[in-house]
């Protein structure tokens, strides 16, 4: 028979109701008739249903030499328990309440755990239910409606407006407005069109869409965010280590204590041996750290969930934790700290031959830059040429032959011996500090023009930055381009310091570079190309697309591609981890204050602890640490309107 600990609590705290009453009525000199009786056959159901298990665990680990919380259960109330039989047959005083009570009261602590864990599940069950049960799809000439599981990628499927749109996919006819909150918690409806992604579970309102289905089942990103958040709730944070650490010393140390208490009091203080037993009993159960236990869970489980409703995805307690300590963050800049949209703002030198060179080089690189420039010469109709040994130097620009010329288009950095004019610098030199990125377009050793192209900040990034900063934290841009140009953006957007001219490769290296100087670093990039400076981070956050979500590069990834996720992160962060320190020291000190009571130091003062109180105290200092995590679905994080 396997019970839930839910179900055990209340069929336990049922048959304890006549000791309830005994216990109530006893300063009246009531006697319930039979009470010795009743006791007697309710405390050995309870033992049976509910000490049993803690008896079976402190058995197996006092077979392998060890102590744990559930020895101090198990020695507690088996004491009181057997004691209590024998004291009945020999006509003296019972004491099943206390064997029956301190049962019950480590169960409501298991119990509420066990609830916290099955409300998590739920919660999660429900997002998943948030998938719509079925699709229209095309098959044989028509659309027809199919269970959800036989939608194949690669399927045209039509929504209308008000439905579910049933998995992730690419519109490719119609527009409508979209509404993405469960998955990003954005509440704004965002606005797609023909070539727009969409996500599965999310609402379609006012049009009707045909899309085709990219991801389906396991691969949505609606099942990765669950599969995500289950793992973090479960995962392990380093604190906790500490809380082993103490519950491997503390066992013994009680159990001793518990057998001095009981010495001394027998001994040297003149007790009965029944008093100076309760003595006992008192420590070990006051002792018992099951809240210990319950400090960094629960506050996991409910700050990685609180932070995946805001489109915030923690992966594991570990990362939570290093970033509760971050004091520098570095922002990479294209498409992170900018849309990573750049476009071509001017053209300097002869336009038509600068552009139809640039492009013709740029159609074969996958650079930002180079789509800049190859929608330019479209949009100005320049005819492409034909280029052979074409080239990518990274980090600097590309090279190829043009028409039998050396041709480069580049940063200064590819420039080598080519002569340049000194208009070409000014002229150079003044894009730059309009924010612009320039690029050289050469033939042979002469500069033919300059190429000016801008990606302007997010409108988010400002407000993002200036939060981080309000928290005392460092900000620093990262950026390949050149040093004119970073500094216009940061300054542009508030951010403290700049490190540019950078290549791709170095990028991991100035990261390490601020952490040898003692700081302690989080890298938020965009998660394609930058997986080796967001493993090296302290904490590395990935910015999603809000469609597409880089699961394996960093240690926290922002499903929106927005910088204020950056703040929510490390505000959940600090909020989880500050509480999980608060769970602990709320735990640790009812053990502290309540072991020289339950010793008897306070008799003197009238101060003592009966096994029951002992086990209600106990069972608080649970229930506390518990309602304190969940409080967590309530405290204040910036730009989370969403209530909990
Ligand atoms: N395909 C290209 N066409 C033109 N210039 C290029 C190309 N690739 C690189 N460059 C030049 O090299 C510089 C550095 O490129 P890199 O890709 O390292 O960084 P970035 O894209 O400018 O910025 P970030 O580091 O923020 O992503 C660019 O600013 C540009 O001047
Ligand atoms: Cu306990």
Same mark, same amino acid.
């Given at each position: ?20 009453? $005994? ?37 197996? *680990? ?18 009181? +328990? ?145 599969? /995500? ?41 003149? !007790? ?12 070990? %159960?006051?002792?018992?750290?099951? !809240? ?30 290093? =970033? ?23 053209? %300097? ?36 040429? $034909?280029?052979? $040994? ?24 590819? /420039? ?12 150079? !030199? ?9 690029? +050289? ?73 601020? $952490? ?5 670093? =989080? ?90 109180? =002992? ?28 209530? *909990?």
């Amino acid at each position: 028979m396997k019970l839930s600990n839910i179900k055990r609590f209340w069929i336990s705290f049922i048959l304890a109701i006549p000791m309830l009453i $005994q216990m109530v009525a006893m300063p009246f000199h009531w006697m319930m008739p039979g009470y010795n009786w009743i006791a007697l056959i309710t405390t050995t159901i309870i033992m049976a249903i509910s000490a049993a298990p803690y008896w079976e665990s402190a058995w197996a *680990a006092f077979q392998k030499h060890n102590a744990n919380m559930n020895t101090l259960v198990a020695v507690s109330t088996s004491v009181a +328990y057997f004691y209590s039989i024998f004291a009945m047959f020999t006509g003296r005083e019972v004491y099943f309440e206390s064997a029956a009570f301190v049962t019950i009261f480590v169960l409501l602590g298991d119990a509420m755990e066990e609830k916290m864990h099955d409300n998590a599940s739920n919660a999660l069950a429900k997002l998943m239910n948030l998938q719509a049960k079925d699709a229209e799809v095309w098959r044989n000439g028509e659309y027809i409606k199919i269970p959800l599981v036989e939608v194949e990628v690669g399927d045209l499927i039509r929504v209308k407006p008000g439905e579910k749109i049933p998995v992730d996919g690419v519109i490719t006819d119609g527009s409508s407005t979209i509404d993405e909150s469960m998955v990003t918690g954005e509440s704004m409806p965002v606005a797609k069109k023909k070539g727009d992604a969409v996500v599965g579970s999310t609402i379609n309102s006012n049009g009707t869409i045909i899309f085709k289905a990219t991801k389906v089942g396991k691969d949505t990103m609606l099942s990765q965010i669950v599969d /995500l958040v289950k793992k973090a709730q479960t995962s392990h944070a380093p604190i906790q280590n500490i809380t082993d650490k103490i519950s491997n010393i503390f066992v013994p140390a009680v159990l001793i204590i518990a057998i001095l208490t009981f010495i001394i009091w027998f001994a040297f203080l003149g !007790a009965t041996a029944v008093e100076a037993m309760l003595f006992a009993v008192s420590v070990i %159960v006051i002792a018992c750290p099951c !809240a210990l236990g319950l400090a960094t869970p629960t506050a996991l489980m409910v700050g990685t969930a609180r932070s995946a409703r805001m489109g915030v995805l923690i992966k594991n307690g570990e990362v939570l934790e290093e =970033a509760s300590d971050i004091d520098t963050v570095v922002f990479d800049k294209t498409g992170t700290i900018t849309i990573g949209k750049p476009v071509v703002t001017d053209i %300097v030198g002869k336009q038509d031959e600068v552009l139809t060179i640039a492009a013709s080089l740029e159609e074969n690189s996958e650079h930002p830059l180079a789509a800049a420039i190859v929608n330019k010469a479209k949009e100005a109709k320049v005819p492409l040429e $034909q280029i052979t $040994q074409f080239h990518a130097v990274e980090g600097k620009g590309i090279r190829a032959i043009y028409q039998k010329q050396n041709a480069f288009v580049g940063s200064e950095k590819i /420039l080598k011996d080519a002569k340049i004019s000194q208009e070409i610098i000014e002229q150079a !030199a003044k894009l730059q500090s309009q924010a612009k990125t320039v690029v +050289y377009v050469g033939l042979d050793t002469t500069i033919i023009g300059l190429i000016a192209i801008q990606d302007t900040p997010k409108p988010s990034s400002k407000e993002a930055i200036a939060e981080l900063k309000k928290r005392g934290l460092k900000t620093i841009m990262l950026t390949g381009d050149n040093e004119k140009v970073a500094a216009a953006i940061a300054n542009e957007v508030g951010i403290d310091q700049v490190i540019a001219g950078i290549l791709p490769t170095e990028k991991a290296r100035e990261i390490k570079q601020l $952490q040898s100087e003692g700081r302690k670093v =989080a890298f938020v990039g965009d998660g394609i190309n930058d997986a080796p400076a967001l493993s090296t981070a302290d904490v590395g956050i990935a910015m999603g697309s809000g469609t597409d979500i880089a699961i394996d590069s960093g240690g926290i990834v922002l499903v929106q591609n927005d910088l204020c996720g950056v703040v929510r992160a490390l505000d959940i962060s600090k909020k989880t981890f500050n509480r999980i320190k608060l769970n602990l020291f709320w735990a640790l000190i009812y053990n502290t204050i309540g072991i020289p009571i339950a010793a008897g130091l306070f008799v003197g003062l009238g101060l003592t602890l009966s096994p029951e109180l =002992a086990g209600l105290a106990m069972a608080f200092s649970s229930v506390s640490v518990v309602s304190s995590s969940l409080l967590l679905n309530k405290a204040k994080i910036a730009g989370d309107s969403k209530k *909990a």
